[in-house]
């Protein structure tokens, strides 16, 4: 793929991806932060504000304050510039590859300018489940992470060599 191309593409879809997310955090912080219950969508869906103070499952949450968001702020960092390096890079990297790429930069993006703009916390409002089984609380950036990842592994698993 042309590198103009590729970067243009990696441009694109950076923007969308983490303005999906703050869109739907924002949304989150306006109407469900003051929301005295969770808003059930379907079932299995079930949306309510938190404000997680750590990283995934809440690893972290209990370190002081200080040290906490530094950790969770350099390590975001560092976790971006490995990808922005790895797609500058990545001289043949396939269109899916390139997605997938996209979406978990995305969602560390979309994470870190979260950890900046709220004291160090990420705005999480959405639970799925039925009945006692149910996953934490995440949002559109941690969905993003997952799905690049998979995309990503599989793509690599199913296609080790492929260029394009």
Avoid: W
């Avoid at 969508?41 to 750590?54: K, S």
């Amino acid at each position: 793929m042309v590198d103009t191309l590729k970067y243009g593409i990696l441009v694109f879809l950076l923007f969308f991806f983490i303005g999906c997310d703050q869109l739907t955090k924002e949304f989150a912080r306006r109407e469900l932060s003051y929301a005295t219950a969770p808003v059930d969508v379907f079932g299995m869906v079930r949306l309510e504000y938190a404000e997680n103070a750590g990283s995934f499952m809440s690893i972290g949450a209990g370190l002081p304050d200080g040290l906490r968001r530094t950790i969770h702020i350099v390590s975001a960092i560092v976790v971006v510039i490995g990808f922005v390096l790895l797609l500058t890079y990545a001289y043949e990297i396939d269109r899916i590859r390139l997605i997938g790429f996209s979406l978990l930069l995305a969602g560390a993006c979309g994470n870190l300018v979260d950890r900046f703009n709220n004291h160090g916390r990420v705005i999480d409002f959405i639970v799925l489940g039925i009945g006692n089984l149910q996953t934490g609380v995440f949002n559109l950036a941690d969905v993003f992470i997952l799905t690049g990842l998979a995309i990503v592994l599989f793509r690599f698993r199913a296609h080790p060599q492929s260029p394009s």
